[in-house]
């Protein structure tokens, strides 16, 4: 069965703190892999990574994939209140299908 | 970047009643239409997959007479919840794609209550 695992599933650390959230996945037909931000309403869209080793970065928060072992972290740095939120996972298989995961619940105290 | 859109943002219906969501992929044409659910504190749960112009496919467990679901254009999918019942009250996202790759974003959800 399919399967995309997250962890941890919930967080809180203070602002200014770095975090790493990870995924792990086990699926068939892997195409790419992404990340999602999600607050009040539906997914935003983060990163998608299909090649292993190479780092995507947005301003605070980068992401790395290694298809060898089947994982993928996402880094922020330096937190800021507007970071919480929770963090999706998702492999996208061949068929345009994502799979994702139960998600990991960030939160960012002042 | 492309837009998907759903349309309403938010219904509050009566149990019994029937709802019908639309998703509609504003500046691409989307092949394929993915819906989802997701329950408080839950992940995505993926329902079904329409393709333009046939049958959808639905996830094991997904009552398919309950959740009809149409994909008659290719700009175009809507899910209609028949017979509503507070079980079925959640937040319900489309993700339109395409065969190109167009697959990373999701329509803004729609809030379904049913009382």
């Known amino acids: 069965e399919d399967k995309v695992v997250q962890s941890p599933l919930s967080l809180v650390v203070h602002e200014g703190d770095t975090v790493t959230l990870n995924c792990s996945y086990e699926?068939?037909?892997?195409?790419?892999l992404l990340w999602y931000k999600q607050e009040k309403k539906a997914p935003t869209f983060l990163f998608m990574l299909?090649?292993?080793?190479i780092e995507k970065k947005s301003g605070r928060l980068s992401s790395i994939l290694d298809k060898k072992e089947l994982f993928s972290i996402l880094n922020i740095t330096a937190t800021q209140t507007g970071d919480s939120a929770i963090y999706l996972c998702?492999?996208?298989?061949?068929?345009?299908?994502?799979?994702f995961g139960q998600g990991t619940r960030l939160t960012i105290n002042p | 970047g492309a837009v998907v859109s759903q349309h309403p943002s938010w219904v509050i219906c009566k149990s019994g009643t029937s709802v019908k969501i639309e998703c509609r992929s504003l500046d691409f044409q989307a092949t394929t239409m993915f819906w989802y659910r997701q329950f408080p504190k839950q992940s995505l749960m993926l329902m079904a997959t329409?393709?333009?112009?046939?049958?959808?496919?639905?996830e094991q467990g997904v009552e398919k007479d309950k959740f009809l679901i149409n994909h008659a254009s290719l700009t175009l999918s809507t899910l209609t919840v028949t017979s509503a019942h507070p079980e079925d009250s959640s937040f319900y996202i489309c993700r339109a794609g395409t065969g190109g790759g167009e697959t990373q974003y999701f329509g803004p959800g729609t809030r379904l209550l049913v009382l």
């Open positions: 699926v068939t037909n892997f195409r790419s």
């Open positions: 998702a492999v996208l298989q061949g068929a345009q299908k994502l799979v």
């Open positions: 329409s393709n333009e112009g046939s049958k959808a496919t639905y």
């Open positions: 299909t090649s292993s080793g």
